[in-house]
């Protein structure tokens, strides 16, 4: 299984979290990186996104048809990320759009067995 971890790009300031949006530079940041991701994504590939605004927004560039998980939201566990993305059994690809320190705990932790707070920039992939 490969299990990407997208980060949404740049978003405003401000409350409510859940509806905050992408800046002008983070619709480019998402669009970059969308353009170089679908080029290698299988066509099976499964999109799972935060239902959080900035991340729709993010998985939106892509173009591809995505699942908004409400377990991925701001604030989400590690545990909920692997479960939402079926690791390790799912098999395919699974990309997911979500949010620190969510990704950079899960990056850690498949990475080097803790659950790290490793920070994921906006709008940057692990794959």
Known sequence: MDLILWRHAEAEDGPPDA??????????QAKQIAR??????????RIL???AVRAVQTA????????????????ASASSL??????????????????QPTLGRV?????????ADWSVRKGALWW
Not at 82 to 99: I, K, L, S
């Open 107 to 115: 990056a850690a932790l498949l990475l080097t067995g803790d659950a």
């Open 36 to 45: 170089w991701l679908r080029q290698r994504l299988p066509a099976d590939a």
């Open 60 to 75: 939106q560039a892509l173009e591809l048809p995505y699942e908004e998980i409400g377990k991925l939201g701001t604030g």
């Open 19 to 28: 509806k905050r949006k992408l800046t002008p530079r983070g619709r480019k």
């Open 49 to 51: 996104v935060s239902p």
């Open 82 to 99: 692997f479960g939402a993305a079926g690791w390790p059994q799912a098999g395919g690809t699974v990309v997911v759009v979500g949010h």
